[in-house]
């Protein structure tokens, strides 16, 4: 099993020595980007990962990077443009935040210690790095710190020993509400605080709105990561309605959306549901609201207006559901159909 391992460096003054790195990092993905642009504009074929390692080959001397970070740099540009679908990827130019790839021959790892391109960074060693580094990075955030982070093959976890069976249906006010009538609410981080951001940004006190951002982020992580560790602990099936967030971001209901984490929260279930033995799945949760769990027919709150519908009665069976527990019982009810197809 493969796993990231995210440490803090502890020196004050690694940002002369990490910036240039950097930027010429930047200058390796803008080639890059320039070298697409040009098949583009000749209609030639596009450059492979590997097309654009030989094109790069000697630069990294001049440069001041290890050799397989130009290498890694060119991977990386390759499987973006793949998985963007794009035909070209953004420049990295001064706002960009710092990233410096690296393989596992090109750094050193001592203790609490780093030894990349004649450089040597302490980092606070807040767990022990299991198993065998395979790549990493030094990634720097909006705050200007600067992050290493070891990419390692680990043992295998045990298998859970859970037994439940649940399907999720996701919203805003309730984060999560499960079909056993469990509910996770959502804390709603940045609402909370979004007055003091207000008044941050309108004194220009630039550092001190980032600071509350980082602050938020990092609180709304840490409980998605508690919330999905529970669950798959205690599950042996767990099935998802993929809820559309990023549409829904550009709607009125964005803040709220970004703020709940959905996308988040799904990663963080599937990996840990991969690495336990849990079987995950992301089912359509079209209908899910308006069908009836007992009977099967269509009767419940639909459209904009019935939102503020919380409970319902079907017409068919007579049966009173809670809106978002009939919902996350139907969303169940089709991963075991789709289970059943395979």
């Known amino acids: 099993m493969v796993r990231t391992y995210h440490y803090r460096i502890k020196d004050s003054s690694v940002a002369p020595q990490l910036t240039p790195l950097?930027?010429?990092?930047?200058?390796v993905w803008n080639f890059c980007n320039e070298s697409q642009e040009h098949a583009l504009r000749w209609n030639q074929r596009?450059?492979?990962?590997?097309?654009?390692?030989?094109?790069?080959?000697?630069?990294?001397?001049?440069?001041?990077?290890?050799?397989?970070?130009?290498?890694?740099?060119?991977?990386?540009?390759?499987?973006?443009?793949?998985?963007?679908?794009?035909?070209?990827?953004?420049?990295?130019?001064?706002?960009?935040?710092g990233w410096i790839p690296f393989k596992a021959a090109g750094v050193k790892?001592?203790?609490?210690?780093?030894?990349?391109?004649?450089?040597?960074?302490?980092?606070?060693?807040?767990?022990?790095?299991?198993?065998?580094?395979?790549?990493?990075?030094?990634?720097?955030d909006a705050r200007g710190r600067w992050y290493v982070n070891f990419v390692c093959e680990v043992a295998d976890e045990a298998p859970t020993t859970g037994t439940k069976q649940i399907g999720i249906d996701l919203g805003l006010k309730t984060l999560?509400?499960?079909?056993?009538?469990?509910?996770?609410?959502?804390?709603?981080?940045?609402?909370?605080?979004?007055?003091?951001?207000?008044?941050h940004q309108r004194k220009k006190r630039s550092r001190q709105a980032k600071n509350l951002h980082a602050r938020i982020a990092n609180r709304r992580k840490d409980f998605l990561h508690k919330a999905s560790d529970r669950l798959t602990k205690e599950c042996e099936l767990i099935v998802v309605g993929d809820v559309g967030s990023a549409r829904l971001a550009k709607t009125n209901m964005a803040k709220s959306v970004n703020d709940a984490g959905w996308a988040m929260f799904r990663h963080l279930l599937e990996y840990k549901a991969m690495a336990r033995k849990v079987v995950y799945r992301e089912v359509s949760e079209r209908f899910s609201t308006q069908t009836c769990s007992d009977c099967g027919a269509i009767g419940?709150?639909?459209?904009?207006?019935?939102?503020?519908?919380?409970?319902?009665?079907?017409?068919?069976?007579?049966?009173?559901?809670?809106r978002d527990v009939n919902a996350a019982m139907n969303i169940l009810r089709m991963g075991h159909h789709t289970l059943a197809l395979k």
């Open 46 to 97: 596009w450059p492979t990962g590997f097309d654009l390692q030989k094109l790069t080959a000697g630069c990294s001397q001049e440069l001041g990077l290890h050799a397989q970070t130009v290498q890694a740099v060119c991977e990386e540009y390759a499987t973006r443009r793949k998985h963007a679908k794009k035909r070209k990827l953004r420049w990295r130019g001064k706002r960009a935040l």
């Open 176 to 199: 999560a509400t499960c079909s056993d009538g469990r509910k996770i609410e959502a804390p709603r981080w940045y609402r909370h605080q979004q007055r003091r951001i207000a008044e």
């Open 22 to 27: 950097a930027r010429a990092v930047n200058q």
């Open 300 to 322: 419940g709150p639909k459209g904009r207006e019935g939102l503020g519908i919380r409970e319902w009665v079907c017409g068919e069976c007579g049966a009173i559901h809670d």
């Open 109 to 140: 790892v001592i203790d609490d210690t780093v030894t990349y391109a004649g450089h040597t960074f302490r980092f606070w060693k807040s767990r022990a790095i299991p198993g065998t580094i395979k790549m990493g990075n030094f990634a720097q």
